[in-house]
């Protein structure tokens, strides 16, 4: 899939970003580099074209913000990972101000097989509106949590049943379909496809398909507050809004958690905050990190006794 990316580009090199904590996948990664290299299909003379393809492997130091496009940018050019305002956008001017194309390692592994079997067999995998293949991770109160490949626009109870349901004794409470960043779902949208449209019609959203389930045996604004302490440690620090109002609203909502607290006790400077990161960060992690909280208060008041 890389190859056909950069042969599509005119690209000579190519990298894949890993980050440090995958040793055993990145040794397997370079295995597979090297032996492409010894039959020819990398080097400087690729399978007798006489156009330089080569593909090597960058270790990332860590760190989530590192996900953000022109913060790995910044991080491979030896910088500090810290997003870039933008425009220029990456596809005019990237690594060393070169125009680069960046996707994610799900993405270009599927161009092989639609360059393969065609546009119209990979449409043809989705059921509904959805389309292609779909990798999910699900994790939380989840009886088999594992990595499945399903159909995009799969609901969400459909994943769940795979996945074994949730352990006996517990009763769904909510859902995230995306990972940390998504805005958490209650039951009544388990049957909502995962796909990027209906999730954003539900104020969610696909995001990486790191799909967490939470039983009614955990404290949900709890858990929303753990996921914005996570932010708030993966901030890079650079933009205000970002860097002082995710620890402001989590001492707010640390002092809630602390006296037994509800989100009855929740005040408007969590809304108000919400909005500012969200319209004045600079990258993406900014600008969801209040969102699960907010999606949380509005879960949880929705179905509020009385």
Excluded at 184 to 210: T, Y
Aim: aromatic letters at 6%; a negative charge; charged letters at 20%.
């Amino acid at each position: 899939g890389m190859l056909a990316g950069m042969l599509a580009v005119g690209a000579e090199q190519g990298w894949v970003f890993i980050r440090h904590e995958y040793g055993p996948e990145e040794a397997a990664i370079r295995a597979e580099l090297d032996a492409a290299r010894a039959e020819g299909v990398l080097g400087e003379d690729a399978l007798g074209s006489g156009q330089r393809l080569d593909i090597e492997v960058f270790t990332s130091p860590g760190g989530y913000i590192l996900g953000e496009e022109s913060a790995l940018l910044e991080c491979m050019e030896g910088h500090r990972g810290e997003p870039r305002n933008k425009p220029p956008f990456p596809g005019t001017s990237g690594l060393w101000g070169k125009p680069t194309l960046m996707n994610s390692v799900e993405t270009l592994a599927a161009v092989p097989i639609i360059l393969q079997r065609g546009g119209e067999w990979w449409q043809d995998q989705g059921v509904g509106e959805g389309v292609g293949l779909k990798f999910f991770a699900i994790s939380g109160d989840i009886v088999r949590p594992d990595v499945y490949c399903v159909p995009m626009g799969t609901t969400a109870r459909e994943l769940i049943e795979l996945a074994g349901g949730l352990p006996e004794g517990l009763e769904l409470q909510a859902f995230q379909p995306g990972g940390a960043s998504s805005n958490f779902l209650g039951p009544e949208h388990l049957d909502v496809p995962l796909d990027f449209k209906a999730l954003a019609d539900v104020d969610s959203m696909l995001g990486s398909g790191a799909v967490v389930v939470i039983g009614d045996q955990t404290d949900l604004l709890a858990a929303a507050t753990n996921v914005l302490r996570f932010f708030r440690n993966e901030s890079c620090g650079k933009c205000v809004p970002c860097r002082v109002g995710s620890n402001k609203a989590h001492r707010i909502l640390t002092a809630v958690l602390e006296r037994g607290g509800g989100v009855d006790e929740v005040d408007d400077r969590i809304d108000k905050l919400e909005e500012t990161l969200r319209l004045t960060s600079i990258c993406g992690l900014g600008q969801v990190a209040l969102g699960p909280v907010l999606s949380v208060l509005r879960l949880q008041r929705t179905h509020a006794p009385g």
